[in-house]
T-cell receptor, first 116, second 112 residues
Framework: AQSVTQLDSQVPVFEEAPVELRCNYSSSVSVYLFWYVQYPNQGLQLLLKYLSGSTLVKGINGFEAEFNKSQTSFHLRKPSVHISDTAEYFC??????????????FGQGTTLQVKP | DTAVSQTPKYLVTQMGNDKSIKCEQNLGHDTMYWYKQDSKKFLKIMFS???????INETVPNRFSPKSPDKAHLNLHINSLELGDSAVYFC???????????FGPGTRLTVL
């Protein structure tokens, strides 16, 4: 079965420092990949997605992610974080053949804590 | 304007009760979903409806019954509530199943 692993449960970082949140998925075939952000007491918001094409995907709020098929990874990066980036970040995959159902499988989440 | 709304935001109830959570979207989307987020923040899909037709029903106890009266609404009814049902339930919608999903603010259910 398809699975998504977010390698870090918590990532503390100082303001204006770069950050990378790691995500690996289990499938060796084509999948769709997503990063969502959840601010405290709110629903999820899409940061970016990879469907096909360029392996470097740019999203909102200065985030980007790189799809690496050989390593089955989709790590999220931001060159300089702000206090307002403090939130829970979820990596998700849409398994092969699920395009007509919208099924998303989520990782366990990574808490990004930005310190002043 | 709220795109995906859920009511109530908080729900506290006793074991054995029956309760419903309502979801409405004003985005004109054809597909709606219910997710459960447990205390460890793990998110799992429960149900998905496309044009009022059930297309995903993940191994969810049959105490949970989704109902879609029209494309803009997907309600979740839970019978005989158990302690393990305590979680945050999120509704989401998308234009098509393969498109970006927009999430509601969540309903925090606490079963005592």
């Amino acid at each position: 079965a398809q699975s998504v692993t977010q390698l870090d449960s918590q990532v503390p970082v100082f303001e204006e420092a770069p950050v990378e949140l790691r995500c690996n998925y289990s499938s060796s075939v084509s999948v769709y990949l997503f990063w969502y952000v959840q601010y405290p007491n709110q629903g999820l918001q899409l940061l970016l997605k990879y469907l096909s094409g360029s392996t470097l995907v740019k999203g909102i709020n200065g985030f980007e992610a790189e799809f690496n098929k050989s390593q089955t990874s989709f790590h999220l990066r931001k060159p300089s974080v702000h206090i307002s980036d403090t939130a829970e970040y979820f990596c998700a995959v849409s398994p092969p053949g699920s395009g007509n159902t919208g099924k998303l499988i989520f990782g366990q989440g990574t808490t990004l804590q930005v310190k002043p | 304007d709220t795109a995906v709304s859920q009511t109530p935001k908080y729900l506290v109830t006793q074991m054995g009760n029956d309760k419903s959570i309502k979801c409405e979207q004003n985005l004109g989307h054809d597909t709606m979903y219910w997710y459960k987020q447990d205390s460890k923040k793990f998110l799992k899909i429960m149900f998905s409806y496309n044009n009022k037709e059930l297309i995903i029903n993940e191994t969810v106890p049959n105490r949970f019954s989704p109902k879609s009266p029209d494309k803009a609404h997907l309600n979740l009814h839970i019978n005989s509530l158990e302690l393990g049902d305590s979680a945050v339930y999120f509704c989401a919608s998308s234009h098509r199943p393969e498109d970006e999903q927009f999430f509601g603010p969540g309903t925090r259910l606490t079963v005592l």
